[in-house]
Nanobody, 123 residues
């Protein structure tokens, strides 16, 4: 019953910024941690950032810390990913996830996934 819908992807020039959104709906979605992943063709899905259900605790991958910022609007069950100083290597399908824990680098499957939003960075 849980639905995650990403938005905000698109085409952006290298060095630019983009903000992604993920809106969650369904029973008890406000009690789960939410996070962002990305996936490129032929590569493993990569964890980027997660935020706890209270909207305060955060967890970042070393690869994006300092450039990407995650935030949560608890009133609207929505998370955001502010991406700055983008480069072509950031081109990927960006997916929203919901899980029981903020520690989303665990190998166990996530509870739910969104369909993803495409980000393409050109130089």
């Amino acid at each position: 019953q849980v639905r995650l819908v990403e938005s905000g992807g698109g085409l952006v020039q290298a060095g630019g910024s983009l903000r992604l959104s993920c809106a969650a709906s369904g029973r008890f979605v406000h009690t789960y941690a939410m996070g962002w992943f990305r996936q490129q063709p032929g590569k493993e899905r990569e964890f980027l950032a997660a935020v706890g259900w209270r909207g305060t605790d955060t967890y970042y991958a070393d690869s994006v810390r300092g450039r990407f910022t995650i935030a949560r609007d608890t009133a609207n069950n929505t998370i955001f990913l502010q991406m700055n100083n983008l480069n072509p290597e950031d081109t990927a399908l960006y997916l929203c996830a919901l899980d029981n824990t903020i520690l989303m680098t665990r190998p166990t499957p996530r509870r739910a996934w969104g369909q993803g939003t495409q980000v393409t960075v050109f130089s």
